[in-house]
Antibody, heavy 119, light 113 residues
Framework: QVQLVESGGGVVQPGRSLRLSCAASGFTFSRYAVHWVRQAPGKGLEWVAI????????YYGDSVKGRFAISRDNSKSMLFLQMNSLRPEDTAVYYC????????????WGQGTLVTVSS | QSALTQPPSASGSPGQSVTISCTGTSSDVGSYNYVSWYQQYPGKAPKLIIYEVSERPSGVPDRFSGSKSGNTASLTVSGLQAEDEADYYCSSYASNNNIYNYVFGTGTKVTVL
């Protein structure tokens, strides 16, 4: 079965960096685009980024553009999110989510990892 | 890209139906049949329950149905059950000048009375 396990969350000071990871299993990772989606405490879902199946195309939400970078290692079935210049408003649970085969909606989700940006 | 607009809450008694609206624009919901709906329980990850406006993934009860008219999509839960009490989010693909974009709704908390 499809499994996505996020890691790397924690408490970080404003302005610092953090790198999240997502380990995928149960499917051929290299065939699917993958998203990052976040959810601030008590708030709704916010799309963060997507990377194409082969890593050549990357797109970002406006609130993270220029600060976050999505990448993948298909040889290890791993997804990453490098988060720089972190702000308190980046505090959220970060989910990785595998896209559908068509590429237009997140289909399977991990359980998330909490990032807290605070001094 | 602004979030899609959903009512903050909806409720119904067991066995009744509840419909949640999701209003976007001609740049997202109105232009693409890539509207999805997710169910989320507190402290849990979202679960896909509707994709491509009205399609249900395997294992999702047919009590859940979706539709779209213009810039507004809707999710209907028929024959409400206690287990349907959760948060529901719509979402849509939203290309902006041929740049991939994606947007979620503001979320609706469904209460089973």
């Amino acid at each position: 079965q499809v499994q996505l396990v996020e890691s790397g969350g924690g408490v970080v000071q404003p302005g610092r960096s953090l790198r999240l990871s997502c380990a995928a299993s149960g499917f051929t990772f290299s065939r699917y685009a993958v998203h990052w989606v976040r959810q601030a405490p008590g708030k709704g879902l916010e799309w963060v980024a997507i990377i194409s199946f082969d890593g050549t195309d990357k797109y970002y939400g406006d609130s993270v553009k220029g600060r976050f970078a999505i990448s993948r290692d298909n040889s290890k079935s791993m997804l990453f999110l490098q988060m720089n210049s972190l702000r308190p408003e980046d505090t959220a649970v970060y989910y990785c989510a595998r896209d559908s085969s068509s590429g237009y909606w997140p289909q399977y989700w991990g359980q998330g990892t909490l990032v807290t940006v605070s001094s | 890209q602004s979030a899609l607009t959903q009512p903050p809450s909806a409720s119904g008694s067991p066995g009744q139906s509840v419909t949640i609206s999701c209003t976007g624009t001609s740049s997202d919901v109105g232009s693409y049949n890539y509207v999805s709906w997710y169910q989320q329980y507190p402290g849990k990850a979202p679960k896909l329950i509707i994709y491509e406006v009205s399609e249900r993934p395997s294992g999702v009860p047919d009590r859940f149905s979706g539709s779209k008219s213009g810039n507004t999509a809707s999710l209907t839960v028929s024959g409400l059950q206690a287990e349907d009490e959760a948060d529901y989010y719509c979402s849509s693909y939203a290309s902006n000048n041929n740049i991939y974009n994606y947007v979620f709704g503001t979320g609706t908390k469904v209460t089973v009375l």
